[in-house]
């Protein structure tokens, strides 16, 4: 159960009173100073904030300077700890949107900024119900279009967003951005694709899918951390990554995450975005399944569009390579403050902000710099 309520109040982004707010916990809420500081377009920023069970998530509304009622676009973590820009990773796109006339709103995940709670003490059904909650308080807004509030979201949200859209009646629209199917299958793909980047030998490999399996087994069956501890000190070097207790817990609560069932359920129209050469997500089987299930569905409205030379990020890559590990998340991150939409794979915004506003009321009269 939920209980929720809005504050809005209006930010000063010129004196980064925002950043300055955040709990430095990690080295990656630094770059959210040089985000948060960075110029912006013409648009009003407001404080959002709503209570979800007991906790209370904090989060900025985005919206244009002409006159509402505004249709939104809801912004869905993937992964990790996310602020309610991802550190900056979500700027170029949400200013394309708010330029093109869409108000958007997004937030801290629970535990992070200035959000209380645990992100890690959360499902995917938890979630795709903050998205409602949040989505109801927006449609109450006079400056809001209340039948045109839509969700984007990256990777881990591909399995939030179709439980959402297909649970209520709230959402116009759906964008995800390098979404997997089945979590199982998932975690094998990067797994093999890890464990050959790192140089392991297809002997060792297949010793590590038999080890993943007997992990899986653990996290379905009755094993408990200590259990999970001892085996993972016993396993061989390539598997020796021992989780928290709290991401094992995170990750035994959605261990037969699928979103086929919801997919095929799905009649909103759907944008979905893949990069060519992602090694964090099967493209090949998402692709395949999101065809295989909107047609089933009889969604007679969605797109499939694979960027090539685009890495999972949609950051622009001659070869694959996995996203978010070490080091490159931080480079990721400088990239995107320094170049903004051209650190991205050529076209990835302006033919998001494209698809959406073909579909969706706006403001035609504005225009934006989608590259």
């Known amino acids: 159960m939920s209980n929720s309520s809005s504050d809005a109040t209006k930010l000063n982004f010129s004196n980064c009173s925002v950043s300055r707010a955040f709990t430095l916990a990690t080295p990656l809420l630094v770059f959210a100073l040089f985000t948060a500081c960075a110029s912006r377009p013409n648009t009003i920023h407001e404080r959002f904030v709503f209570t979800y069970g007991e906790g209370e998530v904090s989060g900025v509304l985005q919206l244009p300077q002409s006159p509402g009622p505004h249709p939104a676009v809801i912004f869905v973590h ?85 439980i959402a859209v297909t649970q209520t009646d709230d959402f116009a629209f759906m964008i995800s951005v390098s979404g997997a199917i089945n979590l199982i299958q998932q975690g094998g793909f990067y797994m093999r694709n890890r464990l050959e980047l790192e140089g392991y030998e297809e002997d060792e490999i297949v010793a590590a899918f038999a080890l993943y399996e007997r992990e899986n087994a653990l996290l379905r069956g009755d094993g408990d951390y200590k259990s999970y501890a001892e085996f993972i000190r016993a396993a061989p070097p390539c598997c020796r990554s021992l989780k928290t207790k709290e991401r094992w817990e995170f990750i035994k609560k959605n261990l037969d995450n699928d979103a086929g069932p919801y997919l095929e359920k799905t009649s909103v129209p759907v944008l979905a975005i893949f990069g060519d050469k992602d090694l964090n997500v099967d493209i090949e089987d998402s692709v395949q399944n999101y065809t295989q299930y909107l047609t089933a569905a009889g969604n007679s409205d969605f797109t499939i569009k694979v960027f090539e030379n685009a890495d999972h990020g949609l950051m622009p890559t001659p070869e694959g390579e996995i996203s978010g590990r070490g080091g490159s998340a931080y480079l990721m991150i400088l990239k995107i403050h320094a170049e903004g939409a051209g650190a991205f794979v050529n076209d990835y915004i302006s033919f998001t902000v494209a698809w959406l506003s073909q579909r969706f009321t706006a403001n035609q009269n504005l225009n934006f710099s989608g590259e």
């Open 78 to 162: 993937g992964d990790g700890e996310m602020t309610w820009d991802g550190y900056g990773y979500y700027t170029p796109l949400q200013e394309a949107m708010v330029a093109a006339g869409f108000a958007v709103l997004s937030w801290d995940k629970p535990g992070v900024g200035k959000s209380t709670g645990n992100w890690l003490s959360q499902s995917m059904h938890d979630r795709a119900e903050m998205l409602t909650t949040a989505s109801r308080l927006l449609k109450a807004r006079d400056d809001i279009q209340a039948e045109t509030i839509g969700l984007w979201g990256i990777s881990q949200a591909g399995w939030v967003m179709p």
